[in-house]
T-cell receptor, first 122, second 115 residues
Framework: GAVVSQHPSWVICKSGTSVKIECRSL??????MFWYRQFPKQSLMLMAT?????????EQGVEKDKFLINHASLTLSTLTVTSAHPEDSSFYIC??????????????????FGPGTRLTVL | AQSVTQLDSHVSVSEGTPVLLRCNYS??????LFWYVQHPNKGLQLLLK??????LVKGINGFEAEFKKSETSFHLTKPSAHMSDAAEYFC?????????????FGTGTRLTVIP
């Protein structure tokens, strides 16, 4: 199997506080995890790539000091939204990469997605 | 560079009729293509994937998609829609050859099934 969990599934916080979201691969090890955000009725936008044991790589326009990512183990990555503001309210989704091999020439990787965390900042 | 275009933001079909969700892709190399479904307030579920094997890919819940390189298309079809198919569908491209993990999502197609 390939199950990814997120905790919490939803959170409401006051403006100015920090919120931590956990992403766990339950039955496989993931050296790479991704964090996405999804605004209502929009597609997923990649925020950052989380690599176990090294610093995360952020996409252009994503503030690394605001969205702190820690990938301390092969099964856990955390996203901390610091000093949250109402505009940070969104659906945050993580994924974990499970590697496989298909054919001779290429290896493929597949991302397994967590159920998402809905963050509401008041 | 990789990108996908989902040609319809909203598709509405009657229960029991065929479903066609259109997707065109752009990729510099040999793409890996996916269709994901997202039910309200739920995570993404993989329907099917193409990774340079058979061009007609069968997925879960009766869905299938055909990779057409000449048309740079990867349309999703199902012979007969069920009410439970109502959801948001995302066409996604990745790039195998560069070894990149990055997925590039289309803007999504909302499928409505009319009883």
């Amino acid at each position: 199997g390939a199950v990814v969990s997120q905790h919490p599934s939803w959170v409401i916080c006051k403006s100015g506080t920090s919120v931590k979201i956990e992403c766990r691969s339950l039955d496989f090890q993931a050296t790479t995890m991704f964090w996405y955000r999804q605004f209502p009725k929009q597609s997923l936008m990649l925020m950052a790539t989380s690599n176990e044991g090294s610093k995360a790589t952020y996409e252009q326009g994503v503030e690394k000091d605001k969205f702190l990512i820690n990938h301390a183990s092969l099964t856990l990555s955390t996203l901390t939204v610091t000093s949250a503001h109402p505009e940070d309210s969104s659906f945050y989704i993580c994924s974990a990469v499970k590697y496989g091999t298909s054919g001779i020439k290429f290896s493929y990787n597949e991302q397994f997605f967590g159920p998402g965390t809905r963050l509401t900042v008041l | 560079a990789q990108s996908v275009t989902q040609l319809d933001s909203h598709v509405s079909v009657s229960e029991g009729t065929p479903v066609l969700l259109r997707c065109n892709y752009s990729s510099s190399y040999s793409p890996s293509l996916f269709w994901y479904v997202q039910h309200p307030n739920k995570g993404l579920q993989l329907l099917l994937k193409y990774t340079s094997a058979a061009t007609l890919v069968k997925g879960i819940n009766g869905f299938e998609a055909e990779f057409k390189k000449s048309e740079t298309s990867f349309h999703l079809t199902k012979p007969s829609a069920h009410m439970s198919d109502a959801a948001e569908y995302f066409c996604v491209v990745s790039d195998l050859q560069t070894g990149a993990n990055n997925l590039f999502f289309g803007t999504g197609t909302r499928l409505t099934v009319i009883p």
